[in-house]
Each structure stands twice: as C-alpha cells, then as structure tokens.
C-alpha cells in the first residue's frame, strides 16, 4: 500500500481537484483506492458527494480501529471508497499535541488498511502544523500543486526550508505546475527553469488553467466523468501516469 498526500502550504493552487482526479483515475486504472479528507473544508467529500460522517471529531479519528473503519463510505465508482472530512477536523492539531508518539498517529491509523487498498490519497489543509508532519512522515510521496508565479515560488522555498530543518526526507517530494497558462511570460520562465534550480522532483506534466476544473463544484464530479476531451483532463491523464510510473519504478 502506498500513502500519497496532496500538499501546499498555500490554499487556492489545485490541490484538491488534484487529489479527486488522481484518485479517480487511480481507481479506473483497477487499484483499491481511499481518499481520506483531512481538509476540514471538505471539498474532496463534497466533489464525492460524501456528506460528513455525524458524531465525528479529533479523538475518534485518532483512535483508529473499527470506528475509523465505519466512517468510510463507498462513491459512484469501483474501486474508490472516500473517508469524509469534518469541520471539527480543524482542532486534530489541539488533539494531536496531548498524544504520545504524536508524529506517527496517522501512520498508526492507516497501517491497517494496507489488506485493504492499494493506494491512499490524502487531501491535506494548507498548513504547516503538527497534523502537516504526521502526514509528511506517514506519506511515502508528497504531491505538491506549485502555480508558476514568484509568490508560489518563494512559498516553495519555504516549504523545503522546513522539510530539512525538521529532518524530513526530501526525496518524498513530488511537484506539478498547476493552473498554468502558456500566454503569460512569466508562467512560461518559470516551468522551464524552476525545476533546474529547486529540490523535488518535478514532473513534465502540468496541469492547465481552466474553466471547466472549475465547474467540477457544480457537475460534483471529477472532471474526466464530464470533461473527459478537455485540455485540462489530458493533462490530468498525462499527469496521472507518470504518477504512476514513478511508484512503481
């Protein structure tokens, strides 16, 4: 089983609809996929059309076993299986800091699953926080959505500064450009020269501005149910497989 997070310090860089695509397509492709929302906004649920699981908190979460079990709900599609986010998510901080081994509750929790699934995505929140190192050393790859622009760039940094200065493992680092159009110089510069200079991997794909990502609010599907054609869903197919090539080499 292999723990994927999908990961940016900054909100609003396509984090989620990154995660809700990949795991579909990892679904589609025949793995036993689990989206775990850890985002208390729950987008990813709601995209899944998900609702958040009732008498949910911090401390269940946390205690794993056959309750965490129960919280997990199937979607509309084979082989994917979605463990919903919930609004008291934002205080797993607060909870994690009176644990023992506080770094590893979420790799306590998820080891159990690996009979289960192939793959789990986690959709994380834009922080730096207690629950970020849990995931981080849980995760066996970081996915980071990076937009080709100077503020991006400079988060970026940050993020890596942080990375080594905490002794985490470097290597976990996976980066797409996301949201980009080709019209502007400056996004242009960028995706040809930042990976040259940056630590991370950095994949060929990239993920296109587009409207229709946007309308996967309204359709409450991934874009390749409904846009299957667009630019933006090649890219997301493009993006996918060498994803996946990089797992399994």
């Given at each position: 089983?292999?723990?994927l ?41 709601y ?21 965490l ?9 084979h ?32 080891r ?12 994380c ?60 110089k ?64």
């Open positions: 089983m292999k723990i997070s999908i990961y940016n310090i900054k909100g609003g860089v396509g984090k989620t609809a990154a995660a809700v695509n990949m795991a579909y397509m990892s679904a589609k492709d025949g793995l036993k996929t689990l989206l775990f929302d850890l985002d208390p906004q729950g987008s990813a649920s995209y899944f059309r998900v609702k958040a699981p009732k008498k949910a908190s911090p401390e269940k979460l946390l205690k794993g076993g056959r309750k079990e129960k919280k997990i709900r199937g979607s509309d599609f082989n994917l299986d979605i463990l919903p986010s919930h609004i008291s998510y934002r205080n797993l901080d607060l909870t994690l800091d009176g644990k023992k081994r506080s770094k590893e509750r979420i790799n306590e929790i998820l159990p699953f690996e009979k289960d699934y192939d793959i789990i995505f986690i959709d929140p834009p922080n730096v926080t207690l629950l970020s190192e849990n995931i981080f050393l849980a995760s066996d790859k970081i996915v980071i959505p990076v937009i080709p622009t100077t503020l991006s760039m400079i988060s970026y940094r940050k993020l890596m500064d942080f990375f080594v200065d905490s002794g985490l493992d470097i290597s976990k680092v996976l980066v797409f450009f996301s949201m980009t159009e080709k019209r502007k400056l996004h242009r510069e960028i995706i040809e020269k930042m990976p040259e200079k940056e630590s991370g991997f950095f994949f060929k794909s990239h993920i296109p501005y587009s409207s229709h990502m946007e309308k996967m609010g309204v359709h409450r599907k991934p874009l390749l149910e409904f846009m299957p054609d667009s630019p933006a869903a090649k890219s997301c197919k493009n993006l996918w497989i060498e994803l996946k090539n990089h797992l399994l080499s």
